[in-house]
């Protein structure tokens, strides 16, 4: 089990033993806490490593710094990989946080992609523009399981090549992908995320 924890003391008490109530069996968890996340406040680094900004926003976001080395690598992604990473970093925010956010996108010219500015900005866009939200529910788990994996191992500065991060991407099987955020938590390189020895992972 991974538990990714936005402040210490929650991260504290997660990583204390559960007892089951199983003889000799203890519930051990794996936690991501903000000890775990760089302050990401370089928009060069922010845009380079997008997953790795999107959590340090969750964590470190009452920093103004990191939220607006935030919405500055947003600019410089793709139109269609934007949204996600915002709305991603949005709905993992404490209220002051999202509050920061919504002041700083709202500043810029560019369209803004928080449920805030689909409410407030909109209306005055082309419907052109505006994206669908037909996904089915299990694709949608499947695309929330890798960015979780990516994040994991951003947050523990392993280095993704581009053909790893596409394997991680295309995969549609949940439970593969659960298992590999599991594996995030304590691989040493992002080839153990795989198992080499499982020929079921390869």
Do not use: N
């Amino acid at each position: 089990m991974l538990v990714v924890c936005p402040d210490a003391r929650t991260a504290d008490y997660y990583a204390r033993p559960i007892d089951s109530g199983l003889t000799g069996y203890r519930l051990q968890a794996r936690v991501l806490g903000p000890d775990g996340i760089p302050v990401v406040t370089d928009p060069q680094q922010a845009a380079a490593q997008p997953e790795l900004a999107a959590l340090a926003v969750m964590v470190h976001g009452r920093q103004r710094k990191v939220v607006e080395a935030f919405a500055a690598a947003l600019a410089e992604l793709p139109d269609d990989h934007a949204p996600k990473y915002y709305e991603h970093a949005y709905s993992m925010s404490a209220p002051e946080v999202r509050r920061l956010l919504e002041e700083i996108m709202t500043s810029t010219t560019w369209p803004v992609y928080s449920p805030f500015a689909r409410e407030h900005y909109g209306r005055g866009l082309e419907e052109g523009k505006a994206k669908g939200k037909a996904e089915g529910k299990a694709e949608g788990r499947a695309e929330e399981a890798a960015r979780l994996v990516l994040l994991v191992l951003a947050a523990r500065g392993l280095e993704v090549p581009d053909d790893v991060r596409a394997r991680i991407t295309a995969c549609a099987d949940l439970a593969r992908l659960e298992s590999w955020a599991t594996r995030a938590a304590t691989a040493r390189t992002v080839h153990e995320l795989f198992g080499e020895t499982d020929g079921e992972d390869r």
